[in-house]
């Protein structure tokens, strides 16, 4: 295909954060946690592959999480997400007339997160999005394994921090980022500092190792 097709509009409010945060970082090495569709991506392959060389990767399992599922509140055909990741990256890529290394790792993001480490690419990222599973101790796992990735100075943003799934038995805590973001920022307090975002944003510096 020669254009992009994405089937929502969740981007949109990290876009409006993005459009002033990224081309005063300029990050260059960039990690993704949960790609889906891949907006993300592609926005930051258009705002920044004219400017600089861009290493980016994509770490989702492309299966989706418990609200993606039958019956879920987002339910999704995940094989037409992943085909739409697929061409819109490519389409975005094409766009860029710097070099874009973009690698692909599909799978649980615990898994390939450790891989990444034991490769040797502790503190080598500088800019981490974490969007990918909304329950609690995935988010948890993301943010510390991320953290480890991420260099001094780097960012980390998450997405959906006030996110609930709708149950019929109301909200559960445990199904729901924010109470492992905040445990991840309060247990890691002395080592990053906390940025402004707004909304379902979230952002933290890192300060220390």
Known sequence: MTEKIF???????TKNIWDNLLP???PK???EVGSYEGASVCYIIEKLGNDID???HCVDT????IEHQPGGSAQSDMVSVE???QNNVEVSKKTASRPVDLVIHKGYSDFHLAKLLASGKAEYFDFIYIDGSHQAPDVLADAILGFKLLRVGGIMAFDDYLWFEPLPYGQD????PKIAIDAFVNIFCRKLRVMPGGGQQFYIRKLAT
């Open 7 to 13: 089937t929502t509009n969740w981007f949109t409010a």
């Open 24 to 26: 005063k970082e300029k």
């Open 29 to 31: 090495r960039i990690l």
């Open 54 to 56: 861009l290493e980016i």
């Open 62 to 65: 492309w299966s989706g999480g």
């Open 83 to 85: 085909a739409r990741f």
């Open 173 to 176: 805590l445990v199904r729901s």
